[in-house]
Each structure stands twice: as structure tokens, then as C-alpha cells.
């Protein structure tokens, strides 16, 4: 049978039959990468708007530099980073944060929120000059203001949390370093793939991959509904 005809039915047959561990692998992505991206929007969106928000000072450059690298940097990297913090012989170790789930949502906060940052620092720094001299010109306060601008960049800012998300619920390298793909514990539906990818179970496989981008694109579904309505 064909390989993707074969996870198709799979993919079918997992979901039907409403496998527990099948169920826990979806929770469990979803919950480790949205729980990241609320974080990383909590703190991402404002650090974003108070950058963009800043206009010209000293080392604004290399600001952005630092933070367009960031945003680029492998998820292998940020897995390597987190798990040194965390292991015991890290400045975190005693905490014992290492291969569980708040060990995988810390390394996806670290990927994802310069993601944030950047594109909201670009949203906000693109809002025309004249709708903050509208504001400022009718006697808007400091804290006015700062909503005006981010309500006109709002769209931007939304697309940055799409993003981030994507970025998230597709990641791999970071997740299994930190996380260690254990079974009904830290096994989500990428590190699951891959697991059966090296097994040689390619039907179980697709069907894992099905799944994910469908539970990807429902999210995504969300969101630029969320964002159309706003517009």
C-alpha cells in the first residue's frame, strides 16, 4: 500500500479510535506550545512596542541586530542552551526542570520570543508619523498614545503571535534535548514522528504528521479569523 494512502487511514483510525496516547501526544503539544507563545507574547509584545515606540537612541542598531539574530537562531542551539541551565550541574539544576514538559515550554519561550519581539518592534515603528502627531495634536496622554499606535499596528501584532505559534507547534531539536521524548510524559507529536520515522513505522508516522498539521492548521484557522475580524 501506499505510504501516504497507509497514514491517511492511519491517521483515521488513531483519531476514531480516540487512542489515550495518541490524545495525550496532541494535549500535550498543544499545551507545551501555547502555553510558550502566551508567555512569550506576554512578555514579547511589550518589550516589541517599547523598542518600536523608541525612535532614534544609542545602540538601537545593535538592538536590532542582536534581535533579528535571535530570531533565527537554531532550535538545536536554544535546546543546548536550556538544557545546560537546567541540567545539575546548571545555575537551575536543583530545580530538576530537565526532561519534563516546563523544561519543553521554556526552550519554545526562548525560540519564539524574539520572533515576538522583532516583529512587533517592526509593526509598531511602522505606524505613520501622522497618527502619532493626530494623537499627541488632540491631547492624548502618554498611555493614549501608546494604545493608538498598537491598536493601528494590532494586525502586525497578531501575525507575530501566527508566527510564533507555527514556529512552535512544528519544532523538534529544542524539545527532544530538553524533554527527552519520554513516553506518556514528554512525547509530543514532533518527537513522536521522528521516533517512528527511525522505526521504520512510516504509516504511523504520516499519520502522526497528518494529525499535527491539522491540529496546526485548525489553530492557524483561529487566529486569522481572529485577526480578518479585527480588520
Avoid at 488513531?14 to 487512542?19: A, E
Avoid at 541551565?85 to 536543583?94: D, E, M, Q, W
Avoid at 499606535?149 to 507555527?166: D, M, T
Avoid at 512552535?168 to 519520554?182: D, K, W, Y
Wanted: a neutral charge; proline letters at 3%; hydrophobic letters at 55%.
Amino acid at each position: 500500500m501506499d505510504p501516504i494512502l497507509e497514514g491517511l487511514i492511519e491517521a483515521i483510525w488513531l483519531l476514531g479510535s480516540t487512542d489515550p496516547e495518541v490524545i495525550g501526544i496532541m494535549i500535550l503539544s498543544l499545551r507545551v506550545s501555547g502555553t510558550a507563545v502566551i508567555f512569550s507574547s506576554l512578555v514579547g509584545i511589550p518589550i516589541g512596542a517599547f523598542l518600536g515606540l523608541k525612535g532614534e537612541y544609542f545602540g538601537k542598531r545593535v538592538t536590532t541586530i542582536f534581535i533579528n539574530t535571535c530570531m533565527g537562531l537554531p532550535p538545536v542551539v536554544i535546546g543546548l542552551l536550556v538544557f545546560l541551565t537546567l541540567s545539575r550541574s546548571g545555575p537551575l539544576g536543583l530545580l530538576g526542570l530537565l526532561y519534563t514538559p516546563t523544561a519543553m515550554i521554556l526552550s519554545q519561550f526562548v525560540l519564539t520570543l524574539p520572533i515576538i519581539i522583532g516583529i512587533t518592534m517592526a509593526a509598531v515603528a511602522s505606524v505613520e508619523k501622522e497618527v502619532r502627531d493626530t494623537a499627541t495634536s488632540l491631547g492624548a496622554t502618554e498611555s493614549q498614545l501608546w494604545w493608538t499606535i498598537l491598536s493601528e499596528a494590532r494586525l502586525s501584532i497578531l501575525a507575530a503571535v501566527i508566527v510564533a505559534f507555527g514556529q512552535a507547534i512544528s519544532e523538534v531539536g529544542s524539545i527532544m534535548i530538553v524533554g527527552g521524548n519520554i513516553r506518556f510524559h514528554t512525547r509530543a507529536l514532533t518527537t513522536a514522528i521522528v521516533l517512528q520515522t527511525r522505526q521504520g513505522e512510516f504509516g504511523i508516522a504520516i499519520a502522526l504528521g497528518i494529525i499535527l498539521i491539522s491540529l496546526a492548521f485548525t489553530v492557524n484557522i483561529f487566529l486569522t479569523r481572529l485577526q480578518v475580524g479585527r480588520r
